[in-house]
């Protein structure tokens, strides 16, 4: 029997979630994630942030793994992690010679490669036909690979893996003085590809050395020759930096909604909660909208005057793109997850319900969610059965009623038997709601003996409620 808080059915429900949206994209033979069913693309940054998903359900399950279906899930969640960032070395340390003149040139044409083929791990673009010095991209694989070792996975095997390792942290540790393309893989705002120090680098290159210096990458059963080593100073010189550059990221960015990811999660980057509130504060009143936040200032990436034809503008024609910047999703996840942290419930409800008005707007689809197909009747009389099972949902006299946790974990259970989301769920029992109150109007239209009003099955049922 599950415990009391119902915690393994909201785990099994996420689990579906994960598997539904992440695990069944990933390639069986590289373990990445390809960017889109149209694109082999696998982006180094994407594929670390879509297992972190996965790696979070998998401690979930290992808190409360109490039966062997829980610990069997918890495995197959935490082999997933393993394959996904063993595929992102392998392909990267077929670049190892990329890193040994790295190290020497600093030049962006020997950096290693933010993007590879999801179905061989091999390389997709040229040297110079991206973007390729990204920084914050192997800061970020780095922090996790820590984050995931110390947590008990087995990621790296051999020496020969620790020694490249080893190699990615000097790649990363002069983050303060190396220019680099950014997170939007594009260097200096007019997209000339200018690399330019960029603060969300920075501030992920320091989380990185901090997460890595004295970890050793054989776990328990490691030894002196499998730790890893970081310069003292470094990391500091990150630190000196990045506090220097806040809350600008770039030289010509005055602001980016990127640097949500080191003033909190992943990074936490930043130790100063003043600078923190003020960063954190300048993205939300100058870059937050109604749907998620802009990238960043004058940003004309999709919007409805961006050239398609055209890659660089010159700095005084941005000035079109003011106040159409599109605004992105994303980025209340980011605010979602730091106000977790901080505390403050009033903004994580908040920027939840903006993130749920975004999904009923939308209608999943910038959530990437395929819709259930309700044609089978006896489903729908299934849903109803269990609705009316679950009085917290609609009826106003319960006193559970106002406990939206409670109605919350009613739905997600609900979801869970149907293998479908919440969202869906939702959507489907407001519609037979409206159904029934277009059914309702019609019945006080007619005439009073005119005749018996013509209902489907379902409808009918849902009179009876």
């Known amino acids: 029997m599950r415990s009391r808080s119902n915690s393994g059915v909201r785990l099994d429900y996420y689990q579906r979630?994960?598997?539904?949206?992440?695990?069944?994209?990933?390639?069986?033979?590289?373990?990445?994630?390809?960017?889109?069913?149209?694109?082999?693309?696998?982006?180094?940054?994407?594929?670390?942030?879509?297992?972190?998903?996965?790696?979070?359900?998998?401690?979930?399950?290992?808190?409360?793994?109490?039966?062997?279906?829980?610990?069997?899930?918890?495995?197959?969640?935490?082999?997933?992690c393993v394959k996904l960032m063993r595929g992102l070395l392998m392909a990267m340390m077929q670049q190892?010679?990329?890193?040994?003149?790295?190290?020497?040139?600093?030049?962006?044409?020997?950096?290693?490669?933010?993007?590879?083929?999801?179905?061989?791990?091999?390389t997709v673009v040229g040297d110079a036909e991206w973007g390729h010095l990204q920084l914050d991209a192997i800061s970020l694989y780095l922090l996790v690979l820590a984050q995931m070792t110390a947590s008990g996975l087995q990621i790296i095997f051999s020496l020969d893996e620790v020694s490249f390792v080893q190699n990615l942290v000097f790649y990363i540790e002069s983050a303060y003085c190396i220019p680099d393309y950014g997170i939007w893989e594009r260097g200096d705002k007019t997209n000339h590809g200018l690399p330019e120090l960029n603060a969300s680098s920075i501030g992920m290159a320091k989380a990185a050395l901090e997460a890595m210096n004295e970890l050793d990458l054989f776990g328990a059963r490691g030894g002196p020759s499998s730790v890893i080593h970081v310069l003292a100073d470094e990391a500091q010189k990150c630190q000196a930096v990045l506090q220097s550059i806040l809350p600008r990221e770039s030289n010509s960015k005055e602001l980016d909604s990127g640097?949500?990811?080191?003033?909190?999660?992943?990074?936490?980057?930043?130790?100063?909660?003043?600078?923190?509130?003020?960063?954190?504060?300048?993205?939300?009143?100058?870059?937050?909208?109604?749907?998620?936040?802009?990238?960043?200032?004058?940003?004309?990436?999709?919007?409805?005057?961006?050239?398609?034809?055209?890659?660089?503008?010159?700095?005084?024609?941005?000035?079109?793109?003011?106040?159409?910047?599109?605004?992105?999703?994303?980025?209340f996840c980011y605010l979602v997850i730091d106000y977790f942290f901080s505390g403050d419930k009033e903004a994580v409800t908040e920027y939840t319900e903006g993130l749920e008005e975004c999904d009923s707007i939308f209608g999943g689809h910038c959530f990437n969610m395929a819709r259930k197909d309700w044609s089978r009747e006896e489903e729908v009389f299934q849903l109803i059965a269990l609705f009316e099972k679950e009085d917290i949902l609609w009826n106003t006299k319960s006193i559970e009623y106002c406990n939206r946790k409670k109605k919350q974990r009613a739905v997600e259970e609900i979801a869970v038997k149907f293998n479908c989301t919440v969202n869906e769920v939702q959507r489907k029992w407001h519609n037979l709601r409206n159904q029934v109150s277009q059914e309702l109007s019609k019945m006080r239209k007619k005439k009073s003996g005119s005749g018996r009003l013509e209902t489907t099955s379902v409808i009918g049922y849902v009179f009876q409620l």
């Not at 998903?53 to 997933?80: F, N």
Request: with cysteine; hydrophobic share 35%; glycine share 4%.
């Open 17 to 80: 979630i994960v598997h539904k949206l992440i695990m069944n994209h990933q390639n069986p033979v590289t373990g990445l994630f390809p960017a889109s069913p149209e694109n082999n693309h696998a982006w180094v940054r994407d594929n670390v942030y879509c297992i972190l998903a996965v790696w979070g359900l998998s401690m979930s399950y290992k808190k409360i793994a109490d039966m062997d279906e829980d610990r069997a899930k918890m495995y197959e969640l935490e082999q997933s």
């Open 96 to 122: 190892r010679h990329k890193v040994e003149r790295f190290k020497i040139t600093q030049h962006p044409l020997d950096a290693l490669h933010a993007k590879y083929s999801s179905l061989t791990g091999q």
């Open 259 to 331: 640097l949500l990811s080191i003033i909190s999660f992943p990074a936490f980057a930043v130790d100063d909660p003043d600078l923190i509130r003020l960063t954190r504060a300048s993205i939300v009143d100058r870059l937050q909208g109604r749907y998620g936040c802009k990238r960043f200032l004058r940003d004309g990436y999709k919007t409805p005057k961006e050239d398609p034809n055209r890659l660089y503008y010159e700095p005084w024609e941005l000035r079109m793109f003011e106040n159409i910047e599109c605004e992105w999703p994303l980025f």
